[in-house]
Structure formats: structure tokens, C-alpha cells
């Protein structure tokens, strides 16, 4: 039985160590290719060099392509992250007449190809005389976002035991109070989780940008540009760059959720 286990189990470690291989050996490999001197990859690099590197950061392009994505993805995920706490809200924690159609509605643009959700927003922007833009853009990618971060934050929700709130009202307190006081702290953790997942989609998003930011590029529209003509070493380094930036926001973020984790239970210890 012992040996049966430790099959088992070595079957699912290499499994694991399988897909991880193939999730992460890509990257691996856009890493390497930012570091060889050649234009193109080869492998082994025949001489190692950080030059794209320097041409990424002084280039007063790709540092304004930058930019118009970091702007993009700021406002998407404070927009997204109130729209969809107070969705979460709807779809998890209160029960009301409309709840199943508001549960099916919300999840809508989900299944849509982005492609076609894309054309469809351009199209509507066109009809209504709105100019693509970056600002064009915070609304189209909210309009696919904003239902995800609602999901994410609704698995925070549904562990929420109302009991909390309702034995605050008994003592006494406001709505206000309550919303405050324990409501947002503990879902707060599903509220961070759901900036970082609308901030992250927002930033790597492609097919929502290339139909509604017009002239103001953002850096995945940038680098699919320059993939399909003009490809320059640079792309790779910035991809890399992307990947670092995105693995440091989710371990900045996962020990912001530890730290608040381990305060609240040294104060749950003293009381």
C-alpha cells in the first residue's frame, strides 16, 4: 500500500514538474533571448550582453507606451475593484429577486472572444462619435475585467458569514460602521486579490487595446507590432521586464496579505 502511495505520488510530482516545464520554459527562454548580443536567439548564446536592455530604458518611446499601460492598468483595477465589491456583494452575500438573471448577465462578457468584444466596442465608440483612446480603453477593458474581478472578489463572499454583521447591528452600530469595521476587513483580502487580477489583465491585455486605444499604444501593442514587423531584441527585453514586474506586484502583494494576517491574529491573541 506504502509503495502504492509512493507511486502515486511521484506520478503526481512529475506531472506537476511537467506542466511547470511547460508553463515557465517559454520565459525562460524570452529571458535568454534579451541577454544575447545577436539580433536573433541562438542557442547556446554564443556572447551575453545587457545592451537591449540600455536601448529599452533610454528609448522615450517604449517609456511612453509604458506609461499609457500603467495609467490603463491603474484605473481599470480602482474602477474594476469598486464595481466589483459592490457586485460581489449582489452575486454572493444578498439574496434578492433578479439574483440568478444578475449572476447570468455578469458572467456575459466572460464568454466572449475579447477579438469580437473589441470590434464590438469600436464599432460603438465610432457610432456615438467617441475617439479610441487610452481613455476608450480603461472602458473596454472594464467591460471585460470588471465581471472577473467580480468573480474573484464573490470567492471571498461566499465565506463571509452574515452572522459578523448582524450581531453588529444588535450592538448597535451604523450601516456605515459595519461596512467599515468588519465588512471590508475581511473581505479585504478578496478586495487586494481582485486588484491585483484586474491590474495584471489590464496590463498584458492585447485585443481590448489594439480596438480602442487609438495612437496611444500601449506595451502589448507595442511588442505585437514590432513581432509582425521590425523585430528588434528589444521586444524580449521588455517581456522580460513585463515578467519581473508582474512576479514582484504578486509577491509584494502576497506578503501584504501574510503581514495582514499574522496583525490580525496577534490582535485576535491579545483581546
Known sequence: MNEYRRG????YACLIALLMLLMYLPMVTIALASFSKSKYFKFPIPTWSTS???????SLSIRGFFWTSVAVALLVGLIATVIAFFGA???????????????????????????????????????????????????????????VTTLVIAIQVYSFDPAV???????????????????????????????LFAFLLSWANFPLSMFSTGADQTIPEWIS????????????AVGTLMMLAAGLLLAIGYGLMLFQEKRRARAQATS
Open 8 to 11: 502515486v505520488r511521484f506520478t
Open 52 to 58: 537591449w536592455y540600455a536601448e529599452v530604458f533610454e
Open 89 to 147: 456583494l449582489a452575486f454572493a452575500r444578498y439574496r434578492w429577486k433578479g439574483r440568478k438573471l444578475f449572476q447570468k448577465i455578469i458572467i456575459l462578457p466572460i464568454l466572449f472572444p475579447q477579438a469580437v468584444l473589441g470590434l464590438a466596442l469600436l464599432l460603438w465608440f465610432t457610432a456615438i462619435g467617441i475617439t479610441p483612446s487610452w481613455k476608450a480603453a480603461v472602458f473596454a477593458h472594464l467591460v471585460w475585467i470588471a465581471p
Open 165 to 195: 454583521e448582524e450581531a453588529a447591528f444588535d450592538l448597535g452600530a451604523t450601516r456605515w460602521q459595519v461596512m467599515k469595521e468588519i465588512t471590508l476587513p475581511i473581505l479585504a483580502p478578496g478586495i487586494f486579490s481582485g486588484f
Open 225 to 236: 507590432a514590432k513581432v509582425q514587423a521590425g523585430y528588434t531584441p528589444q521586444v524580449p
